[in-house]
């Protein structure tokens, strides 16, 4: 009995999100959704500020609700053991898509994007604001 009750709570308690990991088909759900895109780069298997970013903040409960609602969520790993079931094409976009958004290689590298393509906001680095201080910054832009 104990373990039904404790997976259903663990089911209702769980929330979902999903990040996109292709840049072109977010431009389209952006254009239709009429949402801004938040567009990280991220070292998932070297980067540590990178792995800090995805388990404080983007782990928070607040934000995934803020940003399935609100955000197409695009994450994009240059990992240092490369995937070889990835395929040419994709590692070829991967490459076009840093050098067009992180020509610098800074990781994490967080941006928001507009439908165009368009850098609204940057962040370098690990976000240290709060979730509701970095969630903020997307309500100024309403």
């Not at 399935?68 to 053991?81: A, C």
């Not at 590692?91 to 992180?102: I, S, V």
């Not at 590298?109 to 507009?114: G, N, P, R, V």
Request: charged share 25%; proline share 4%.
């Amino acid at each position: 009995m104990n373990r039904i009750f404790f997976f259903i709570a663990l089911f209702f308690s769980t929330q979902v999100f999903a990040w996109n990991d292709y840049l072109d088909s977010a431009f389209i759900q952006s254009k239709k959704e009429q949402k801004y895109i938040l567009l990280n780069f991220s070292g998932s298997d070297w980067c540590i500020p990178c792995q800090k970013l995805k388990k404080g903040l983007f782990s928070n409960p607040k934000f995934i609700e803020y940003g399935n609602q609100n955000l197409v969520l695009v994450n994009l790993d240059f990992p240092l053991k490369k995937n070889p079931n990835l395929g040419k094409e994709y590692q070829n976009k991967l490459d076009a898509w840093a050098e067009k958004y992180n020509p610098n290689g800074n990781f994490p590298l967080t941006l928001l994007i507009d439908s165009d393509g368009n850098i609204i906001k940057k962040w370098t680095g690990n976000i240290v604001d709060s979730v509701e201080d970095f969630l903020a910054h997307f309500e100024k832009l309403k």
